[in-house]
């Protein structure tokens, strides 16, 4: 059997209660978009996007399709692995179909942001996946910006005063992968709130986010038959520079200079999942509008030889 090219989706939950529910940085909301966009760029690239077992099938379709593109609501918080309820401790197995004569599969894994918060989890043994992983995908909410949210806070829904430090997080995920060496993708999640900033006049943000030249301004992630380096590469730029201006440098240089002393491969990325905040626990009676979803798979997948 082919070797199979896990993924390991890494984040941050907010530590935010909101009617009980720990709000967070978008990994669940992602993986169900992510499999629903695999799906489409299978189809031109003539490679079929299913699950490869039952579990995988219910599990996808009970928890990610159904309350999101059926019901049209946000998703539960991933519950902690130690939980009786939980269910990211077996993978999603996606089969990508057949490229250079070989079946693929794509092994996704959503972990608890919760589990993410807590250091002692450096060595259980149900994250020690990480470190096997062809890619860990680390998210970071730029509505945990202080100066974002204030901006923003007419054009999206009001979120509580978060408390989490994405900076501890990457250092426990770090810490989890240790001397192993995944690619990482860091990715800066809802990045439709950041495009809102567009509308806020006079704010330093409105001119940054309003170049229609910048690679964050388009999404060809569905045109490209082969995994675009150049456009890649502009972004992981541009994403930098952002994070610099989040006042987030220091993610950067955690992954410039990791604590460990393993430099990983890594590029950084921006994505929305939703493409619109929710309102309320609805989705947006706009829908779901995913902006740039595929570019970290599709880059961990390229470096495996996959779909390039
Ligand atoms: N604006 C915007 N909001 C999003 C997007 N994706 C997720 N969200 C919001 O973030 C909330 C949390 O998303 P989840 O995917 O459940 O977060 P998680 O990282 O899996 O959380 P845990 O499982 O608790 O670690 C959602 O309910 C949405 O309100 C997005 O693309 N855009
Ligand atoms: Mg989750």
Redesign the pocket.
């Known amino acids: 059997m082919p070797l199979p090219t896990p993924l390991g989706v890494a984040?941050?939950?907010?530590h935010v209660h909101r009617n009980g529910?720990?709000?967070?940085?978008?990994?669940?909301?992602?993986?169900?978009?992510l499999v629903k966009t695999l799906q489409l760029l299978g189809e031109r690239l003539n490679c079929v996007v299913e699950p490869a077992t039952a579990e995988t099938e219910m599990v996808y379709r009970e928890l990610y399709e159904k309350p999101l593109y059926e019901e049209r609501g946000?998703?539960?918080?991933?519950?902690a692995a130690h939980t009786s309820n939980q269910y990211q401790r077996e993978p999603l197995i996606f089969s990508l179909g057949t490229w250079k004569g070989r079946r693929q599969y794509l092994v996704l894994r959503?972990?608890?942001?919760?589990?993410?918060e807590n250091p002692n989890n450096v060595h259980v043994q149900h994250m020690r996946f990480f470190a096997q992983a062809d890619g860990v995908v680390f998210?970071f909410?730029p509505?945990k910006v202080e100066s974002v949210r204030q901006q923003l806070h007419d054009l999206?829904?009001v979120q509580e005063r978060v408390g989490g430090d994405p900076r501890s997080v990457l250092r426990t995920v770090l810490s989890i992968i240790g001397d192993s060496t995944p690619n990482l993708a860091v990715v800066l999640?809802?990045?439709?709130?950041l495009q809102s900033l567009h509308h806020v006049e006079g704010s330093g943000w409105s001119e940054v986010m309003a170049q229609r030249g910048a690679a964050f301004s388009r999404d060809p992630s569905l045109q490209y038959a082969p995994y675009n380096e150049v456009d890649g590469r502009l972004l992981h730029e541009e994403v930098r520079s952002l994070l610099d201006k989040l006042e987030a440098k220091s993610m950067v240089m955690a992954v410039d200079q990791p604590h460990t002393g393993t430099v990983l491969k890594n590029r950084f990325f921006a994505?929305?999942?939703?493409?619109?905040?929710?309102v309320g626990?609805r989705l947006?009676h706009n829908g779901i509008s995913?902006?740039r979803c595929l570019d970290p798979v599709r880059w961990v997948l390229a470096q495996r030889g996959v779909w390039v």
């Open positions: 984040g941050l939950a907010d529910r720990c709000r967070a940085t978008g990994k669940t909301v992602y993986i169900a978009v946000i998703l539960e918080s991933t519950p959503d972990v608890a942001g919760e589990d993410l998210m909410d509505l999206v829904p999640s809802k990045f439709d709130a994505v929305s999942a939703l493409g619109e905040s929710p626990d947006h995913p902006f």
